[in-house]
Each structure stands twice: as C-alpha cells, then as structure tokens.
Nanobody, 118 residues
Framework: EAQLVESGGGLVQAGGSLRLSCAAS????????IGWFRQAPGKEREGISC????????YYADPVKDRFTISSDNTKNTVYLQMNSLKPEDTAVYYC???????????WGQGTQVTVSS
C-alpha cells in the first residue's frame, strides 16, 4: 500500500527549530514532486514548499522563504522540511503530498502538528 508518513512535529518556542520528515512507502519518489502544506485552525490549507525529484528544484511560499529549507534523500525515500526561526503564526498541521499543487496530489500523509508558543 502506498503511503506517506510525516513525523517531527511538536511544541517549540518562538525562534526555535524543527525538522519534519515525510517518508514514502509502497512507492518511490522518482517521478513525483513532493510538496509541504499546512493548515491552521480556521484557515485554508496553504502550500508552503515543494521539491522536484527530477531536478531538485525547490519552491517556497513567501511566509516561509529564508526560514524553511526543503531537501530530499532519495536513498531513504524521504523528504525533509527544516524549519528555523519559527513564529507563532507557523502553528498548523503540516502535511506532505505527491505534488506541488494540492488538488493534483495523489498521495497525502496524515499530518503532523506543529505548535509554536510565543
């Protein structure tokens, strides 16, 4: 069964860091782009970062640019999201999916909660 599993979320103080992982099983990342999305309570889901398995090109949304870094380890079939200088407004459930565009993603993870305290 193909699935994505996120991990690494938690509670951190403002200014702190977390590293999220998105591990694939049942399929390989080759041929997919992996996107990170987040959804805060009462807000719409937003795409925040994406990486292409073809050429490792990356995308960052403005709210996370220069603070978050996406990377992949194809040997582990895992994509990472390093989050630095976290802010309370980064509090959300974070999801990874197999596309940069949410409506185009075939597979989604179950999500991992990130809470940033002020």
């Amino acid at each position: 069964e193909a699935q994505l599993v996120e991990s690494g979320g938690g509670l951190v103080q403002a200014g702190g860091s977390l590293r999220l992982s998105c591990a694939a099983s049942g399929f390989t990342f080759e041929g997919y782009a992996i996107g990170w999305f987040r959804q805060a309570p009462g807000k719409e889901r937003e795409g925040i970062s994406c990486i292409s398995s073809r050429d490792s090109s990356t995308y960052y949304a403005d709210p996370v640019k220069d603070r978050f870094t996406i990377s992949s380890d194809n040997t582990k079939n895992t994509v990472y999201l390093q989050m630095n200088s976290l802010k309370p407004e980064d509090t959300a459930v974070y999801y990874c999916a197999t596309h940069c565009i949410a409506t185009m993603a075939k597979y989604w993870g179950q999500g991992t909660q990130v809470t940033v305290s002020s």
